[in-house]
Each structure stands twice: as C-alpha cells, then as structure tokens.
C-alpha cells in the first residue's frame, strides 16, 4: 500500500518540456496583451472585489453574508419606520399619520434620558402643537371638521402642558447644576409666554375655535405660573443665583399676562351683556303682527364665583407683596388671580353658550298663538 | 501514443527556467488572490504570467494523464490558461479558488477534447480509417510495453475517471481532502470514500498483474 502511494506520489516528476512552457507562456502573453485594454477601469468597487476576495469563503458565508442581510433588514426595517415618520411629520389632526406622529414624539421623549432635554422636548412639542392649530385655522373647509381638528390638537397640547408641568416639578427638586434648571425654568417660561400670544391670535380669529381653545390656553398659563413658582421656590430655598429684582421682574411679567387676560374678559363680558340687554324677538307670523312680540328671556346664568375687581384686588395685593420682598406670598396671590381669572372665563363662556344655545331657539320657526 | 513513464524523471529542467514557478506562492494565498485583482481589474499580463508559472506545471501533469500524448496535453493546456484568463476577466463571480477554477477548466476541455476526437473518428473516411487501425495496433503494442514497466501509472489508465482524479489530486499533487472536493466539486467525505475505493481498485488491479 505504501509503496503503491510513493509510486503515485513519483509521479509528480512528470513535467512539461521546459522549452514548450517558455513558449507558450510568451505566447500566451502575447495573446492576452493583445487583448488587454489601453486603460484598465479601476474603482472603489474594485477594492471592495479585492477585500471579499481576501476574506476566507467560509467567513464570508457564514458571518459576513448573514450579518450584510440582518443589516440590510434592519435597515429595511428602521428605514421604512424613519420614511414613515418623516412622513407623519407634517400631518395634522385628523391625517392617517397624525397618531403615527405623536407615537413617534412619545418615542422620541421616553429615549431621551435627561429630564432637562426631555423638559425642552416637551416644550418643543407643545410648540408643535400650536403650529398645528395655527395651521388648522389657516385652512379653509368644513368648519365641523375643522372643530374635531382643533379639538384634538387642544387635547394634545393639554397633555403636554400637563407634561411640562410633571417636568417643572421634577426639575424643581433636582438640586444639581441649579444654574442650568434655572436657565431651562426661564426658557420654558418664555416660550410657554410665546405659545400663548400665539393661542391668542389664533382664537380671536374665530370665536368658535376661541372657546375651543380657551382651556388649552388655561393649561398653558398654568405651566407659566408654575415656571414662576419653581423659579420663586428656587429663590426662596436659596438654590439659585438670581437676584430679587430678576425674580420681581418675572414676577410683573407675570402679573401684566393675568392683568391682560383679565380685560379681555372684561370686554367679552361687556359684548355678552348687551346680547342679553337686547331683547331676542322671536320670527312673528302674519296673524300675529307686531303689535305683539313674542319676548324670550334667557335662562337663568351661573352666578360669577369673582369679578374682575376682585381680582384686580388681588393683582395689587400681589404686587404690594412682591415690593415687600415676601416673593412667597406674592407668589400665592399671584396664584389666587390666575386661578380666580380662570374660573370667571370659563362662567363667561357658559354665559355665551347659553345666550347662543337660547338664540338657536328663538331661530327656529315658533307655531303661532291661538 | 506516448508513454507517461517516458516524461517521468527525464530531467527537462523545466524548474530552470527564467520564469520559474515561485515555491514561495501557496495557492490561495493573499498573494494569489492579488495577483488575480491585478488580472481581473487592470487586466495585467505580467500577473497573469506569475499565475501562468505557479500552475503550468500540475496542470500538464493532469491533462496529461488523462489524454496520454504530450501534443495534446500542451494543445490542452495552453487552452486551459487561454480559457482562464478570459474567464478571469471577464467573469463577475468572485473567483475564490483559481486551483480549482484551474483543475475544472482542466477536466472540462479533456472532456471536449475527446468528444471532439469521437466526432472526428466518426467521420474518418476508408483510408483514414486504415491508418487508424494500424495507428491502435501501435497504441496496443505500447500498452503492452507499458505494462511490461510495471508502473502504477499504467494501471491508473483503467481506473475509472473520478478514481484516477482523486489519486492524482491527493497522491500526485498533494492537495488536502477539502482541495481535492473543492476541485472536483464533491464533498470532503465523498472524497474520502471516493479516495478509498480508488486506492482499493488500483490495489487490486496492481495485484491481479503482479
């Protein structure tokens, strides 16, 4: 047997003629020389050939070509989510990608590990939010449709007011980097300040989406006095470097926002008032001609739990407080007004479905007295 | 017909040559695999010539003992390397093996050599036909002197194809069991089965002439 293997292995002195390889090797040359191109096409690919060509076969089958397609399913995958979600970010309420866009800001949000970051997040959301209302309002059509849009979009920035204000209070108790909260406390404040001067001109648009965003509008203050509230609490403690003329000035800022709301109620008070001084005359009949009028009178309205009076009171009490220094107790009563200014809205707007809803009434066509 | 041992340990100084096939080049080196991006993407001659020198020989030898005559174990081989090339640069599969690119080329045109060489056979007119016969009476006397050698080589000829490829590939050549079903596209244990029966048969064969 092992003389059979070496007479095999003896074989191998069988060669070719030298001269023959020498020839044919220069032929061989020749022949491909002849064929070879000027200018030999070299690009990135190439190299890409060069190193797959190097990797051993069996790495490439079994760890290089499955993780190339896990990698491409997952980009798959992530890629088609991310087109997705690029393409939910312009949706409006009331779009098929509108929840697709909020699931993602929710994503967005519960990756971010900070509070400060996700604070500003929420913020920015909530700023997302009003563009959307802005951009309801700006559109023309169904006007039943254009409420249910509006409607969502409050809701939406409700929650997210409500958020911002978890937010504050989760920052109000973080004693570390106190320069930061407070930069990020001031930050809020003044872009909470901005998206209701935004809500505001979007409601005096239109008197339906008024009512509609009255309460967004309340949660959006709410934050604002809360950023005022940590930033006094902050004061108070002594956790920040702010000065007492920096806190007085927030603080008037703050008192000048309750001050504002308050004549505008006072105004929409007065429009209400004259629809209710005015008689509502109800369509009359032939048989029935003017001689008798059919007089409606409203229904009884809820009693105002403040007038703006009493809330001006307040306001000034505020302000004694806070030239007192006692930034505290000014605080409340600061407190007091926004909350008083929100009670007395919402009895008002009450006040004007009731007028409406009595007016609606009066419209439809009465049977004539016999 | 030639007979093999008549090339066998006849010093034809084919390693003296200039373009001596470098010992140093393993196949499936890195150096091969850049020798063939040099043919592949630049088409480069020069490398081509390096592989040419690396392969020649063994190339040869299996054509050789395939087809017998050295004319056309050359014609065979030069047209091995002709093929490759082409097929080297032209081709957009990853080219992981030239051994075994090299050894399939090989078999593939011994296997049109001789599908050639029945058709022509066939079409052999009477006077062509005369000849041939007196041609094999030859070829059968040469078998006889073979056999009076008494040199494995001569019993490999009866061997069935894929029997005599494996003892080539393996004994000859040396190459590894997963080379060997790497060239001959089987798998590492039908080869070793393969290389069993084979060596078995040559076995017995030897020993029935002895």
């Known amino acids: 047997m092992d003389k059979m293997i070496e007479q095999l292995k003896e074989l191998k002195n069988l060669k070719p003629r030298a001269e023959w390889v020498e020839k044919n090797r220069d032929l061989l040359l020749a022949q491909i020389s002849a064929q070879a191109p000027a200018e030999a096409k070299v690009s990135g690919f190439s190299y890409l050939h060069l190193l797959k060509m190097s990797l051993p076969t069996r790495f490439v089958n079994f760890v290089a070509k499955p993780m190339g397609i896990v990698s491409l399913v997952l980009l798959f995958v992530a890629g088609s989510g991310a087109l997705t979600v690029n393409a939910a970010r312009e949706s409006l309420p009331g779009s098929i990608l509108y929840p697709v866009k909020l699931t993602s800001e929710q994503v967005a949000v519960g990756l971010t590990v900070s509070e400060k970051k996700k604070t500003e997040l929420r913020v920015s959301l909530a700023e997302e939010r009003v563009r959307e209302i802005e951009k309801i309002m700006a559109t023309a059509g169904d006007s039943q449709f254009k409420q249910q849009m509006l409607n969502m979009a409050a809701d939406s920035l409700k929650k997210e007011m409500t958020n911002v204000t978890a937010s504050l209070d989760k920052v109000k108790n973080d004693k570390t980097d106190q320069a930061s909260n407070l930069a990020l406390i001031k930050q809020v404040d003044t872009k ?16 339906e989406a008024s009512k509609i965003l009255s309460s967004a509008k309340d949660a959006v203050d709410a934050v604002s006095v809360k950023a005022v509230e940590v930033i006094v609490d902050k004061y108070d403690k002594g956790q920040t470097e702010i000065s007492s003329q920096e806190i007085k000035d927030t603080m008037e800022k703050q008192v000048k926002k309750i001050e504002d ?9 007065k429009t209400v008032a004259a629809d209710v001084v005015a008689p509502i005359v109800a369509p009359s009949t032939d048989n029935d001609k003017v001689e008798n009028p059919v007089v409606t009178t409203p229904a009884v ?33 600061m407190k007091e007004s926004q909350s008083l200014s929100s009670q007395m809205e919402d009895v008002l707007e009450a006040k004007i479905k009731e007028i409406e809803a009595s007016k609606s009434v009066s419209d439809s066509p009465v049977a004539p007295i016999q | 017909m030639n007979n093999l041992s008549h090339f066998i340990n006849k010093d034809n100084d ?3 040559t200039e373009h001596a096939p470098s010992s140093t080049m393993k196949n499936n080196s890195l150096q091969e695999k850049y020798l063939i ?3 592949k993407f630049y088409k480069d001659p020069e490398a081509y010539g390096k592989l040419y020198d690396v392969y020649v020989e063994r190339i040869f030898r299996f054509v050789m003992f395939k087809v017998k005559k050295m004319e056309d174990a050359e014609d065979i081989t030069a047209e091995v390397f002709l093929k490759s090339w082409q097929y080297i640069k032209e081709s957009d599969r990853k080219i992981g093996n030239l051994n075994a690119l090299l050894y399939r080329m090989a078999r593939n045109a011994v296997i049109d050599f001789y599908r050639e060489k029945r058709r022509t056979d066939l079409s052999l007119t009477d006077q062509e036909m005369f000849e041939q016969i007196m041609d094999d009476r030859d070829v059968a006397k040469e078998i006889e002197d073979k056999i009076a050698v008494e040199t494995v080589e001569q019993y490999l000829e009866e061997l069935k194809d894929e029997y005599r490829d494996v003892l080539i590939l393996r004994h000859v050549e040396g190459f590894s069991i997963d080379e060997t079903a790497t060239i001959m ?24 002439h002895g």
């Open chain 2, 14 to 16: 084919c390693n003296k």
């Open chain 1, 192 to 207: 909470v300040g901005e998206l209701a001067t935004r809500l505001d001109n979007s409601a005096s648009e239109n008197p």
């Open chain 2, 185 to 208: 596209q089987k798998s590492s244990s039908n080869i070793r089965v393969l290389l069993h029966r084979a060596t078995k048969r040559l076995k017995e064969l030897m020993n029935d």
């Open chain 1, 301 to 333: 309205t809820p009693e105002p739990v403040a007038n703006s009076a009493d809330i001006k009171k307040s306001l000034d009490e505020a302000i004694k407080l806070l030239n007192a220094g006692d930034m505290v107790a000014a605080l409340e009563k």
């Open chain 1, 261 to 269: 709301r308050i004549a505008n109620i006072t105004d929409k008070e």
């Open chain 2, 37 to 39: 991006f040099r043919v």
